[in-house]
Nanobody
Framework: QVQLVESGGGLVQAGGSLRLSCTAS????????MGWFRQTPGKERKFVAT????????EYADSVKGRFTISRGDTKNTVYLQMSSLKPEDTAVYYC?????????????????WGQGTQVTVAS
């Protein structure tokens, strides 16, 4: 059973940086696309960034391009989201997702596995 655990959320001032981590377990041959989504109360979960199994392809939401960077760790079952120049509107619960896909999924429907989420709060 695949499990995803996020970490690294917290409170940061506007203009600051945070790095989120997501580690997957439960699969012996990890060849999954991994992504980050975020959600605020009463709103739908929105795409933030995704990375292909090889790490060779990435996609970003327009709202985070140039500020966020998604990357894989040395072990393929870890993914990071480096967030810089944070804005109050980046405040949300951030979710890690994974799918046994060779492409870069950008919608919630395309992802099979989800983490529990980590809160990111950006103070103005």
């Amino acid at each position: 059973q695949v499990q995803l655990v996020e970490s690294g959320g917290g409170l940061v001032q506007a203009g600051g940086s945070l790095r989120l981590s997501c580690t997957a377990s439960g699969s012996t041959n990890w060849n999954y696309a991994m992504g980050w989504f975020r959600q605020t109360p009463g709103k739908e979960r929105k795409f933030v960034a995704t990375i292909s199994p090889s790490g060779g392809s990435v996609e970003y939401a327009d709202s985070v391009k140039g500020r966020f960077t998604i990357s894989r760790g040395d072990t393929k079952n870890t993914v990071y989201l480096q967030m810089s120049s944070l804005k109050p509107e980046d405040t949300a619960v951030y979710y890690c997702a994974a799918d046994p896909s060779i492409v870069v999924p950008t919608t919630t429907e395309e992802y099979l596995y989800w983490g529990q989420g980590t809160q990111v709060t950006v103070a103005s």
